[in-house]
């Protein structure tokens, strides 16, 4: 059974009726481009789903965070401010939502999307591990300052909920930190870390990316120790952006579900054109069916083109593209939340529970959603870590 929150927070939630007022935006203004189609009747059902049962983000960045404090950054990415993080986590609460994956990045000091293997230089002496221990100290000081908890399973999820905060399951994207010290996983791992992305954008030396030419044939020697480690202290292991061999060389080494936390899978829509070749984050169902087959589970982000798409009824279609690969049983939600990359029908979390209502009339079953919302996210975790 899931863990439940309490009354006041289904009553507050059954309290946002179509016309009422979220987070400063009223539903009756995001009609034009996300509530067409969409019964009222449906939407307070959903509210209602979402007030009942623990919604988690399988993988955000509350806007981008991990910068503050760098002096050299990519401008692509810019600078939240404490206002808008603040902002960011309110809306979450706001919405209902339960939990977030909370990452640190690896590689952020040295990425540059786009350029040369989506870095401005490589790293150098200790410098990836000195910038995680920045953004660490980063998370202590939010966890003191803003309505976050540290939370390791639904029930904590729950209690930390009931305090009226934001429960973060701590993780890395980019195993970057670790450079060519396998044991640096435990001190991860004692830091509350409870998920390990070992590949990013730019090269690892774990393994390969699949947006970078290929180094090690999948995961590198070192790469295999610290899966390998990771997932006997009961680590979640996270296969996005790795290459097809990557992921196929970890379900070799570990007998634990695996996740892969962000992306949607490529195909030619006749609606939309063809994702195959323009889309290079997508994955091909192949590559989504083997996660499926450790019973784990796969992201699914709603971030704009050129990521992902530009309209709520695109993103409901590469759902469904998805859903039929794997099945309702290896689903999440991820939004994969910069400012840059918010599409139009996300751009505030008042809007989740109308794409949510979107997606049940378009076939989701109540049970459907509520895998995807948050259910199945909590299984692959507990899972992973029993």
Not at 144 to 162: C, T, W, Y
Request: aromatic fraction near 6%; hydrophobic fraction near 40%.
């Amino acid at each position: 059974m899931r863990p439940t929150v309490k009354l006041h927070r289904r009553q507050f939630l059954k309290s946002l009726g179509a016309g009422a007022a979220i987070a400063g935006l009223p539903l009756a203004s995001l009609a034009d481009n996300a509530l067409e189609g969409v019964s009222p009747k449906t939407l307070d059902r959903v509210k209602q789903l979402l007030g009942d049962n623990l919604t988690v983000d399988f993988h955000t960045h509350l806007g981008l965070w991990q910068n503050r404090g760098l002096e050299d950054i990519d401008p692509a990415f810019g600078v939240l401010s404490d206002e808008k993080l603040a902002s960011n986590i309110q809306d979450y609460l706001t919405a209902g939502v339960n939990g977030i994956y909370l990452d640190v990045i690896g590689d952020l000091a040295r990425t540059r999307v786009g350029a040369p293997g989506n870095k401005d230089r490589d790293f150098v002496g200790d410098e990836a591990w000195e910038d995680h221990l920045r953004q660490y100290e980063l998370i202590e000081q939010f966890l003191g300052q803003l309505p976050i908890a540290v939370a390791h399973s639904g029930d904590e999820i729950a209690k930390a909920n009931d305090a009226g905060k934001l429960a973060v399951i701590l993780s890395a994207e980019g195993g970057h930190m670790l450079e060519n010290d396998a044991s640096r996983i435990d001190i991860l791992y004692r830091q509350g870390l409870r998920r390990l992305q070992p590949i990013h954008y730019v090269a690892s030396t774990l393994g390969d990316s699949q947006t970078d030419p290929v180094i090690h044939g999948g995961l590198s020697e070192l790469g295999r120790q610290v899966l390998a480690r990771a997932s006997q202290l009961g680590m979640l292991l996270d296969m996005a952006h790795a290459t097809q061999a990557a992921v196929e060389q970890t379900i070799d080494l570990v007998d634990r579900p695996i996740a892969l936390s962000h992306t949607m899978v490529a195909y030619d829509s006749s609606n939309y054109g063809d994702y195959r070749n323009t889309r290079s984050r997508w994955i091909t169902p192949e590559h989504a069916r083997l996660i499926a087959k450790t019973g784990g589970v796969i992201g699914t982000f709603p971030v704009r083109a050129p990521w992902g798409v530009d309209s709520l009824d695109a993103f409901v279609e590469a759902l469904w593209v998805m859903v039929d690969a794997v099945g309702f049983e290896h689903i999440a939600w991820s939004t994969d939340l910069v400012e840059a990359g918010r599409p139009e029908f996300l751009q505030n979390y008042a809007q989740f529970p109308i794409l949510c209502a979107k997606l049940m009339e378009s076939g989701f079953s109540e049970d459907d959603l509520l895998k995807f919302t948050g259910g199945n996210a909590l299984r692959v975790q507990r899972e992973a870590t029993a």
